[in-house]
């Protein structure tokens, strides 16, 4: 019963609006998940030997600050943090893995929610609305972002629970329904030496996506192999640096409907939403097949 919304800007014009223009989308699917809802927007790429960590804390009064200076003292690195509210984007020139090693050792009530040179997460409990002016998106600039309001089913109401979860570097991923298979998934993931934060079945797909992609899969090839692993019913859309996917299952029972124009592409659970954007009148809008792998930038 969740809401699912992606938007990419091709008219660069358009990306100072990005925050403006996605705000009514999801607020659209807040009838579809009132529950939890959350984002993954595509802004201010970091370049060279830098990357960018979204972070997340149960408290707004974390010392987000003495978290990046401990990091730079004890790394020896380069380190520079923006708080947004219960979250934090850390930017750092320290190996990933170190950065990740140390998280987990001196800050284990921290999570971390995504990584990358210009994806930045943001996700909480509480109406879309509410979550959307909490993290100040509206004012956002970027390319492109996806979105997701939860109705929980099958697991717990908590901020970790909540939507995208991480694939991988600039990956993120989203859903709409239920995985039959996840808790056999879930094992079999971990003995390859994944870990969850939650007991939600979207966690284990965008883990079995991250496995498929350290292993050296394209996330192309990582998808058309979901067909095969994955039970259940569900529709994806999976963030990318350069846009997103939309993946869904065999039967494709789980609503979806793609648009384009000239100046942007949209998908959503429900047309309601893309009606929202500038242009939806005069939009090419078609209902994406099963099993079929639509995509806006490099899938490689």
Not at 116 to 141: Q, T
Not at 195 to 209: I, L, P
Request: charged residues 20%.
């Amino acid at each position: 019963m969740c809401g699912i919304v992606g938007l990419y800007l091709k008219n660069e014009s358009l990306r100072p609006q990005l925050g403006r223009l996605f705000q009514p989308m999801l607020s659209e699917m807040k009838s579809r998940g009132p529950d939890s809802a959350g984002v993954a927007i595509y802004r201010n790429p970091v370049t060279g030997s830098e990357v960018k960590y979204s972070l997340a804390h149960d408290h707004a009064q974390y010392q987000w600050q003495q978290l990046s200076d401990e990091l730079a003292e004890q790394a020896k690195c380069k380190s520079r943090i923006q708080q947004i509210d219960t979250h934090a984007i850390l930017v750092t020139d320290a190996p990933e893995k170190t950065v990740r090693d140390w998280l987990k050792e001196q800050h284990p009530g921290v999570r971390l929610v995504g990584s990358g040179s210009s994806l930045e997460i943001f996700k909480e409990v509480g109406l879309p609305d509410d979550v959307y002016e909490r993290f100040g998106l509206e004012s956002a600039n970027g390319t492109h972002m996806i979105g997701h309001t939860r109705m929980a089913t099958e697991s717990a109401v908590t901020t970790a629970g909540s939507h995208p979860f991480a694939t991988g570097a600039d990956l993120c991923l989203v859903h709409n329904g239920s995985l039959s298979n996840h808790n056999r998934l879930r094992e079999e993931l971990e003995k390859s030496g994944l870990e969850f934060q939650t007991e939600n079945d979207t966690e284990v797909a965008a883990a079995y996506m991250t496995l498929k992609i350290r292993e050296g899969a394209s996330l192309r090839a990582a998808l058309d192999q979901a067909l095969v692993d994955l039970d259940g019913f569900y529709t994806f859309c999976v963030g990318t640096e350069t846009g997103f996917a939309v993946l869904r299952d065999p039967i494709a029972c789980k609503h979806a409907v793609l648009a384009e124009t000239e100046d942007w592409v949209a998908m959503a659970t429900e047309y309601r939403a893309i009606a929202t954007l500038p242009g939806s009148n005069t939009a090419s809008i078609w209902e994406p097949k099963p099993q079929t792998i639509y995509a806006w930038g490099d899938l490689s």
